[in-house]
């Protein structure tokens, strides 16, 4: 059974640009959690979309969405980019909504210059 | 406000030295506390669930339990396979996201 997979694995940006990160969840899975995970700060939540609807979303600005389609698939898009936003942005699927069983892809390492 | 303190931040064991880690949490109502394993480079991976104080869960040589404030994870004669690191994590009763320690980095040494 294919894991979660995530795509870019590895990327650098320059201040002001934007990103947009991908995640393929297991087969079935129809919840899919971003998180953002630094040195300072650990893990931090984005959000979560189940079924194509945000059912939650944690505390960061406006520049941070995503969206989920139809097949499962999520993306998350950063516009603007900052210096701060350098970290790496963990995708995690589960069966159901607000559960904390989750399944963790390997990751996407964004560096932000 | 809820919040997960883990302690210590990193432990160095010989092989077979047991120990344990301790991850104390305050939370609006518990509905799970999880124990998390990450290696470098990849996500974490789930290890444990939870649910009220005294329950207790076992795998292979590692041993979670949980009272009231906090939770241990047990690590019995530890080999070096087991380095990696261990986060703890709650979730209250109203089911919103995971709230994370910053977790404790094990390196297991022959």
């Known amino acids: 059974k294919a894991g979660v997979t995530q795509t870019p694995r590895y990327l650098i940006k320059t201040r002001g640009q934007q990103v947009t990160l991908s995640c393929s969840p297991i087969?079935?899975?129809?919840?899919v959690s971003w998180y953002q995970q630094t040195p300072g700060q650990g893990l931090q939540f984005l959000f979560e979309?189940?079924?194509?609807?945000?059912?939650n979303k944690g505390n960061f600005p406006g520049r941070f969405s995503g969206r989920q389609f139809s097949n499962s698939r999520s993306e998350m898009n950063v516009s603007t980019l900052e210096l701060g936003d350098s970290a790496l942005y963990l995708c995690?699927?589960?069966?159901?909504?607000?559960?904390?069983?989750?399944?963790f892809g390997e990751g996407s390492r964004l560096t932000v210059l | 406000e809820d919040q997960v303190t883990q302690s210590p931040e990193a432990l160095r064991l010989q092989e077979g030295e047991s120990s344990s880690l301790n991850c104390s949490y305050t939370?609006?109502?518990?509905?799970?506390l999880f124990w998390y394993r990450q290696d470098p480079g990849k996500g974490p991976e789930f290890l444990f669930t939870?649910?009220?104080a005294g329950e207790e869960k076992e795998k292979e040589r590692l041993k979670a339990t949980l009272t009231k404030k906090e939770s241990f994870l047990h690590i019995t004669a530890p080999k070096p396979e087991d380095s990696a690191t261990y986060l703890c994590?709650?979730?209250?009763?109203?089911?919103?996201?995971?709230?994370f320690g910053k977790g404790t980095t094990l390196s297991v040494s022959s």
């Open positions: 995690a699927s589960s069966l159901e909504t607000s559960t904390g069983e989750l399944f």
């Open positions: 087969s079935g899975h129809r919840s």
């Open positions: 979309y189940f079924s194509e609807t945000q059912r």
């Open positions: 939370v609006s109502g518990l509905r799970g």
């Open positions: 939870l649910y009220s």
């Open positions: 994590a709650v979730q209250n009763q109203a089911g919103t996201a995971l709230i």
